[in-house]
């Protein structure tokens, strides 16, 4: 055939075309991936034998394992039902932290957590109790409350709804909380469901105690959110709100608040004497 080749080969004109600059550098370029490909499989696999043998020594820590399964949980329950989680992240260190600091650790306290999740404020709480403090977790989802028990093991897990806060504590002869923190979407809550547990939350609430409570900067402006706001200040003689903490996700604000009010709540009865 003019102007073909022995063996097979391409056209003249074809290899000609085929070893333009382009081309080349096309070549190049898929000559550089193969051996970087080549490379890094060699480096992995190198890794890989590495960690084979120090396996048992780099095993994650316990509460590291912990955080990872509680994050995971928390957004599989995010993804479910964003009404009743009203995040889309566990709150953040720093937020907890914050939180964890209205604890004093001289003093033996009871603290309640509303919403306590998978454990995020939880764990910064736990370093703050002192020897006989208690901490009470409340959460109304069992499989969050689940993981809790190896991010918090201090702490009493109580499955329950936090419009049923009074009930629930006592079962357990608890009728006054020193620090009550809460997680709750509060933002996406009817005022009437708003104002019901924070009437929970007073009957608890010793006098000299505090409540805190997240809110969501994305959502200050909504009409829940309002309504929240005007309730704290109608149930508490002081209310703080705290400047917005941009690391958490959503960026959120503290309200922590102390005197409840005597109209709001009834007293739990104590013990029999």
Known sequence: MPGGGRGGTLPFRTRVFARTPLQRLTRRHVRSMRVGVARLHATTTHREERTSLVSVTAQPSTSTASRRRGTATFLRQALRSQASIGAIAPTSAIVARQMAGLI????????????A??????????PRLAPRSRHLAVE????LLAVLEQVAPWADRVLGDACELGDRLAELDVFQADVVLSSLPWGNFPADLQQRILAQVTRVLARDGVFAA???????LAPRSRAFRSTLHETFGEVVTSS??????????LYVCRRPLPKTGAAIPGPAA
Do not use: K, Q
């Open 104 to 115: 004093s650790p001289d003093r033996d306290l009871t603290v309640v957590e509303l919403g």
């Open 244 to 253: 917005t903490l941009w690391a958490n996700l959503p960026p959120a604000r």
């Open 214 to 220: 997240i809110a969501y900067r994305p959502t200050r």
């Open 117 to 126: 999740g998978t454990g995020a404020i939880s764990a910064a709480v736990g």
């Open 140 to 143: 109304r989802e069992p499989h």
